[in-house]
RNA sequence: AGACACCCCCUUCA
DNA sequence: TGAAGGGGGTGTCT
């Protein structure tokens, strides 16, 4: 069941993504709603890309925040890409079995971000389309975050508040104080900015060794770009290294180091 | 050598074929290029007929207006099947020296065209493949026709124009005389004649449900045209009726009825 | 196993 | 209006 150290659960998850051209510089929005009924907004953006993939990306960032919380409870994820929702949901096994080849004997594309998608899908997560532009207010408003992004525009990402029924009034909401995000990555508040950091430095102090999901929840980087990044790289104050491989697994450890 | 009556004589044809559904409506296009820059253009709609057949339908028409004219130049057949030109100058030798069957062992389908073709073919016709949709104005012409015919939708068929190069602008020029051809093309036999009818007559009283798309096979009339025509229509012996929804997909029963 | 074409669907753009 | 990124399927042959 829920774990019962949270006792506001999420209850569904909204995600879009967009592209300014296909292939193009992309952004991604996705829309966590709660029980209580307030959300929590993540977006970001990537430079040259296509729609599929800022589309995964969305369904990639929601499934990530889910499985952070660790609250296992039964949620909705919301796309708007049949692309997203039958490849997760039907097509992926017959790609495994085949050896990631398509119907049509060529090999699959953006095999990386789906084989990231599966790892994180569970059972919990039951997969829905919406149809886009069609009203629906959560993915109205993901739309509406992947675009800004895509277009490299500011949009101030909430949290807490209640999602508006009425999208189509939001406006490029306050473009005041410009929570520009600027890749995959997620600082919606002050909190949530020190967190990873002390995170990072605890687990380099005691010199844990984490897997490349941990080092992505940290980060905000995709599994896919960590993985890609070889055996040692830097971010931030860190310098990550990979040590072994374990049960299927990379481990990876943070040093802190002198910049 | 070249006919002295004529001076005009033809250049280039080019060829293509489309089909609503595979199997399903289909419609083929041909276009006749003079040496001195002007077309011609031909066209024709087949009830439940497949892509390949249309393809090989629409060189059938060329070859037929080629040998027509009598003007016995060297000319270039252009299509973008590789079957129907890999068929035509290199397997139909082997074919008609195994008795019609496939390197596998299986009947040759298609025989029927692929003898007419046989026949209608010379030394003269220099077959030539052009990639499909790859910008090529005489073959995107001819797919536009093809297409046009094989969703049932009316289209002004040309002559004596320029081919314009960019055929996105294809307007719908000169709405005089509509070359139309209704085209048979598909009851080539008794059988082809019965089993629609014999079909749809199982069919009904069965009561099977069939979808739109079956509708259109077993009718040859086109998807939209079936949609359009409302909840209850009449369709040789049977009643057709519109009964649910399912999965996106409209069903239908056929009902016999007394006429 | 390969090749070409045809179709259906969704999304993203211009 | 038309084009690209993506999938599943059929028509056909070697």
């Not at 929590?40 to 953006?45: D, I, R, T, Y």
């Not at 039964?74 to 049949?82: N, V």
């Not at 699959?108 to 069609?134: F, M, P, S, T």
């Not at 277009?151 to 909430?158: D, H, K, T, V, Y």
């Amino acid at each position: 069941m829920a774990d019962k150290t949270d006792s506001n659960p999420i209850a569904s998850i909204y995600t879009d993504g967009a592209c300014s051209g296909n292939p193009g510089p992309g952004g991604w929005g996705t829309v966590v709603c709660y029980s209580d009924g307030t959300i929590e907004e993540l977006g970001g953006a990537a430079g040259a890309t296509t729609n599929n993939r800022m589309e995964m990306q969305a369904a990639i960032a929601g499934l990530e925040f889910y499985s952070q919380r660790a609250s296992g409870d039964a949620i909705k994820l919301y796309t708007d890409s049949e692309y997203v929702k039958n490849g997760i949901t039907k097509w992926i096994k017959g790609w495994k079995s085949k050896g990631w080849k398509t119907a049509a004997g060529k090999p699959v594309l953006n095999q990386d971000l789906w084989e990231e998608l599966d790892r994180l899908n569970q059972k919990q997560i039951q997969w829905e389309y919406v149809r886009g532009h069609a009203g629906n207010p959560g993915n109205e408003r993901c739309d509406q975050i992947a675009r800004a992004f895509s277009l490299g525009q500011s949009i101030q990402l909430r949290k807490g508040t209640q999602l508006e029924g009425n999208v189509t009034v939001t406006k490029p909401t306050t473009p005041k104080s410009t929570t520009y995000m600027e890749t995959p990555a997620m600082a919606t508040d002050l909190d949530s900015i020190l967190k990873p950091l002390t995170i990072a430095q605890e687990i380099s102090t005691q010199g844990f060794l984490i897997t490349t999901q941990e080092v992505a929840v940290i980060t905000g980087l995709t599994a896919a770009t960590i993985t890609s990044r070889g055996e040692q790289w830097h971010w931030r104050n860190w310098e990550v290294s990979r040590v072994r491989e374990e049960g299927g697994q990379i481990l990876w450890q943070l040093e802190r180091s002198e910049v």
